[in-house]
């Protein structure tokens, strides 16, 4: 593989698909606005403590997929696996305070697996975190939010599933009970659900190895496993969100696959992506940062971004706009016409109009050949004859009409017959 190939698990956002993450991006700001969050910005790689400590040892991914690295000073430093913890970090001491801030954030993230459809080694989200105690309607608020910014994209097809992972004091006793549900099932299980049981026993529920999703399937309802207090919470949730017609699925084997989760769990899977099909997911959570005596609670979700432009395009891409082309493309013919289109293509921009110059020495068909390439609606053209008359030629590249337009007024007219007016003169009555 050569240099001018990205790193395995890594892509390249060529121009024309880089409308699609801007349409994504700007619905998600608009969205999660409404419900009073703003945009936070946190470094791409913190302090390894950050995430070990923060998600948990026995995670898979603290275990397996971070890229960790030592700088020059001797520190232990990862790149981002995941936005929770930083942001966490970064509002420790105003959660410390008593601050409940609601915020939003975008941006890459990296693990260390296998490359997959939609989950690449560096992969994309976009994220909330609701720094707040626990509370079944802030969760239920959460995951409507999510559902609004679905639909807000036009993704349709997708379903939610919810669970509870119980409260942070149902933790040692649910594990130790699923724990002595599943001794007797050992031999049934994969090598690695074996180590699972050893290290974070919950996991189990997440495998997707046949026979290991037999024996998952076979087991008792595992609500049981939790308080009255930790069930009665995930039922006002759940009952909240019916009252407000979100559609959901209960599901006692939905577990999430970071330690810090406590009490509502939830994922939104669409079939549009295959066995990996999961585009967005989140629930509460109880964060002990780095150096702080106290938990931070939250509740917060993240959305991949790959995998919402896949499940949008397995519907039939209506969200996903196509990139726009500059309306107007410029063409000179010599050096004369070069230094006024210059000017002519800056004013278009000040009046909010897209134009690309043509500053290229060619003939007038292979100038006329890029602007055909190019996609504008209109193609201004000048050269030493029109220079003589004060004009310049307008070509409307749709039906391939054309008209001389005097030069002085030249912006002002593209810029109104782009507005659908036929004229300047439409626009000043």
Request: proline fraction near 5%; aromatic fraction near 6%; charged fraction near 25%.
């Amino acid at each position: 593989m050569g240099i001018f190939n990205p790193p395995p698990g890594t892509e390249d956002i060529l121009p024309g698909e880089v409308a699609s993450w801007q349409f994504i991006e700007k619905n998600a700001g608009d969205v999660f606005s409404l419900y009073g969050y703003s945009e936070l910005r946190t470094p791409i790689f913190e302090y390894t403590e950050l995430f070990s400590k923060g998600i948990g040892e026995q995670t898979e991914v603290v275990q397996k997929e971070m890229y960790t690295f030592e700088d020059r000073g001797g520190r232990s430093l990862t790149l981002r696996p995941e936005g929770t913890a930083g942001i966490i970090r970064a509002l420790a001491d105003t959660a410390q305070q008593g601050g409940n801030p609601r915020v939003f954030y975008l941006g890459p993230m990296f693990r260390g697996e296998r490359p997959a459809a939609g989950r690449k080694r560096q992969f994309h989200q976009i994220g909330v975190e609701n720094i707040s105690a626990p509370s079944p309607e802030l969760d239920a608020e959460c995951i409507a939010m999510l559902t609004h910014f679905l639909e807000r994209i036009g993704i349709a097809n997708a379903s939610l599933k919810i669970n509870t992972r119980g409260d942070v004091a149902d933790r040692a006793g649910a594990g130790a009970k699923l724990r002595e549900i599943l001794a007797e099932k050992l031999d049934s299980l994969c090598e690695e659900c074996h180590r699972r049981y050893e290290r974070n026993v919950w996991r189990i529920l997440d495998c997707k190895n046949p026979a290991c999703c037999q024996v998952i399937s076979s087991l008792p309802p595992l609500d049981a496993l939790f308080s009255e207090t930790s069930r009665s919470y995930l039922s006002r949730c759940l009952d909240i969100l019916s009252k407000q017609g979100v559609a959901f699925e209960k599901d006692q084997r939905l577990v999430r696959g970071l330690d810090y989760y406590a009490h509502t769990v939830f994922e939104v899977v669409h079939s549009g992506l295959g066995a990996q099909n999961a585009i967005a997911g989140g629930g509460r959570y109880e964060i002990v940062p780095p150096g702080a005596k106290n938990p931070v609670h939250g509740v917060g979700f993240a959305c991949g971004v790959e995998r919402l432009i896949m499940a949008a395009k397995s519907e039939g891409a209506r969200a996903i706009p196509t990139p726009r082309s500059a309306p107007v493309f410029i063409v000179s013919i010599g050096e004369q016409a070069k230094m006024l289109n210059f000017s002519l293509a800056q004013s278009l921009r000040a009046s909010g109009v897209a134009a690309v110059a043509d500053f290229e020495d060619r003939s007038m068909k292979s100038a006329m050949r890029a602007a055909g390439k190019s996609g504008a609606i209109f193609t201004v053209i000048r050269g030493d004859n029109e220079i003589q008359r004060g004009c310049v030629v307008l070509k409307n590249m749709q039906d391939s009409s054309q008209v001389e337009i005097q030069a002085d007024v030249a912006a002002a007219e593209i810029a109104a017959r782009l507005k659908g007016k036929d004229s300047l003169k439409d626009v000043l009555q």
